[in-house]
């Protein structure tokens, strides 16, 4: 009796000391990833001292409505500088309000939903080197446009940044003009790169819902109620708002009516938007099911973020989580949906004002870890436009990843394919012809680099030995001769444009006659030519002959 007494309580403390060591542990872990915030009695009034002067260089109305805004003299030369160093006019952003008003461009029936969400939010945004003024902005814009009974708390992360007025100022600015808020701030003590810093900030969040969003936003009328309200619904969905576009110049707060597109994303592993599949339910202001997000403005149940794999922390930098986590959603039982009556606004700037540490193509390894971990076969897509990364050991260990994905019964990337995103086109299946298409001078179709989203002519370029993305076209089963979602259209001038593909046959039908290999256009009755066509200018039809300019070559070719 007595002996296993004693073992009991032998037992007992043994877990006790595990489970205190455990916490120990924890806490030197926050630690070790956090500096120690002091602001020294003596900064104080340097600091008040910056903001005060800065506070008196506001001008009033300034971009008031979201409209554009623009500075006279110097003010503009040293804006359009900025523009050209960060790609953001930051000169214009410290003289705007950090409470603008904001146009309420939410879809009129979005006015008369009431919603009643008893969920609070945390919202975490995530910084490195943002200038002050637009992150302040996007925090009072949080503020106040959150009813303050739903928002739990802010949560600024900063990644370890190396600007001066983001570290004690902006603590300073907390500290005195948003203490009435809950307002912490984290900074990183090294740089961790966008995905572990907003781990960092999820692990002390405590609201229901986090909500993420970049650290250069404008929160919107309502945009944080329908968001809740979703969750408390259905916790396993995962939301983004509309994103609305801020103009990284003047500011302009652009309002793109009602329409509005979701997720998709490229072979390539980039994000892309897509025309929304179910287009009635548009009509209704529901929730729209999106296969991807863009990844940094999204709100998630708090344990759901948890349970569902948070984000891969051997992920370093910028990219890849986004659709990573788009995918994982999904395929582990989750759903992923944009808000119709949730706008945020975004600043969209023409590049990243950051480099990392040996320019490390940090969204490269992170879409080889995800496309290893999720996308089964389908992997040998991205890794066509990756193949130094497919047995790369810079991509690291994957094992906890893999894991993850057999402990949550996660189905199939074909699944995915199937029922998520049907429209995907899959450039080798169902094709009648594959590959480079050549003439008899080796010269081959190329896109000529042509970038998402964007009509250019069908090229002709030398045929590369190498497998070259540029050069890989398919015709398809539906008599399609494109690349991902650009179709090659005849046009009235005869030329041959790479243009969204409409599924509607029309000028984007091509016909192949393997026995003198033409392409041939039914719409215009002519055929594919490269008959007086200069390097990498655009294709022409034309009559159809027997030259062999109009001859033409598919690396592969599938008759069934
Ligand atoms: O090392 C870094 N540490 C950081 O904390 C680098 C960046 N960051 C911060 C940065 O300050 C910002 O607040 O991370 C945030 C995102 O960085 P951006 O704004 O440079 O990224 P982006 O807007 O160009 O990129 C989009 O894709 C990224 C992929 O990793 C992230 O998911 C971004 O959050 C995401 N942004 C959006 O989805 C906004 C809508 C854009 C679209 C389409
Ligand atoms: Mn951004």
Redesign the pocket.
Known sequence: MKVRFMKRTRIKSVIILIILAAFVIYLKFLHDNQANKIIYPQDIQVFEDKIRIYESRIIPNLGNNGEPAFLDGDDKEKGDNAVKLVALNTVLSDRMPLNRSLQDNRHKKCKDFTYNPTLKASVI??????ILSVILRTVWSVILKSPSHLLKEIIL?D?SSTAEDVKGILEHYINTRLSKYDVKLIRLKH?????R?RLQGARIATGNVMVFL???CEANEGWLEPLLARIEQERTAVLVPI?DVIEANTLAYATNGDSFEVGGFSWSGH?T?IKIQDEEAKEHLAPVKSPT?????FAIDREYFWEVGSYDEQMD??????LEMSFRIWQCGGRLETIPCSRVG?I??AF?P?H?PDNKDT?GINTARLAHVWMDDYKRLFFLYQPALEHNPVIGDLTHRKQLRNKLHCKSFKWYLDNVYPEKFIPDENYFAYGQIRNKYNMCLDDLQLSDGKVGPLGLYPCHNFMAMSQLFTLSSKGELRKEAFCSEATSNLNVQLTECHSHHREQYWLYFSRNKTLYNPSFRKCLSSEGVKDSKGLILDFCKIIDHQQWKFTKVNYT
């Not at 997000?293 to 403005?297: Q, S, Y």
């Open positions: 945004l995530i910084f490195y080197n943002e992360v990644d740089r961790m790169g966008l995905i810093a970049d650290a250069h994103i994000f938007w997000m863009a990844g940094g403005l930098g910028w990219g890849g989580e986004n975004h969209f700037r990243h950051y990392f969204h």
